[in-house]
């Protein structure tokens, strides 16, 4: 009986000491700062967005008519949305320290400017926008501008499924 309970506590304290962030999300990024209805889809739930709130992996980052949203990303990349834009975070990895980069962005549609950071510096060829239209790609230092309207079918409904 005492090996039985010596052995419980042990795997008790094994399990707790290891660290929480293991199993924690990644941020990748952070809301600078929003003007007029937006919101986050994470895991399927929705819920406002406000400044200072983390922006993970697999986030969906949509305005309403009246939305504008400042997305800061860990490497100093800035993403700003106008109204009715829907953008989703697919990957995110910058770690210089191991020479790991990666963004992977869709912008499903809206109004959006794209400012790069460190990686399009350090490692254009790991970034990547997707579009309703196409792919842009190799973005070293660069700046854009872009509107992209949602795909539609002959009725004019959008074929923008959540």
Same mark, same amino acid.
């Given at each position: 009986?005492?090996?039985?309970?010596?052995?419980?506590?042990?795997?008790?304290?094994?399990?707790?000491?290891?660290?929480?962030?293991?199993?924690? /999300? !990644?941020? #990748?990024?952070?809301?600078? @700062? !929003?003007? @007029?209805?937006?919101?986050?889809?994470?895991?399927?739930?929705?819920?406002?967005? *406000?400044? =200072?709130? +983390?922006?993970?992996?697999?986030?969906?980052?949509?305005?309403?008519?009246?939305?504008?949203?400042?997305?800061?990303?860990?490497?100093?990349?800035?993403?700003?949305?106008?109204?009715?834009?829907? #953008?989703?975070?697919?990957?995110?990895?910058?770690?210089?320290?191991?020479? /790991?980069? +990666? %963004?992977?962005?869709?912008?499903? /549609?809206?109004? *959006?400017?794209?400012?790069? =950071?460190?990686?399009?510096?350090?490692?254009?060829?790991?970034? /990547?926008?997707?579009?309703?239209?196409?792919?842009?790609? %190799?973005?070293?230092?660069?700046? *854009?501008?872009?509107?992209?309207?949602?795909?539609?079918?002959?009725?004019?409904?959008?074929?923008?499924?959540?």
């Amino acid at each position: 009986m005492k090996q039985f309970f010596l052995s419980c506590t042990i795997l008790f304290l094994l399990f707790a000491l290891i660290p929480v962030q293991l199993f924690a /999300e !990644t941020t #990748v990024g952070k809301v600078k @700062g !929003t003007r @007029g209805l937006v919101s986050i889809i994470r895991k399927g739930k929705t819920s406002p967005a *406000f400044p =200072g709130d +983390a922006i993970y992996q697999n986030d969906t980052i949509i305005t309403g008519s009246n939305g504008a949203i400042g997305i800061l990303m860990q490497d100093n990349t800035l993403i700003s949305m106008g109204p009715i834009s829907r #953008v989703k975070m697919e990957k995110f990895l910058f770690k210089p320290d191991k020479n /790991e980069y +990666a %963004m992977k962005l869709r912008m499903i /549609e809206g109004t *959006f400017v794209y400012q790069s =950071g460190l990686l399009g510096k350090l490692a254009p060829h790991a970034v /990547e926008l997707d579009t309703p239209v196409g792919r842009i790609s %190799m973005l070293k230092g660069t700046d *854009f501008k872009a509107k992209f309207s949602a795909p539609s079918d002959d009725s004019g409904r959008s074929l923008i499924r959540q």
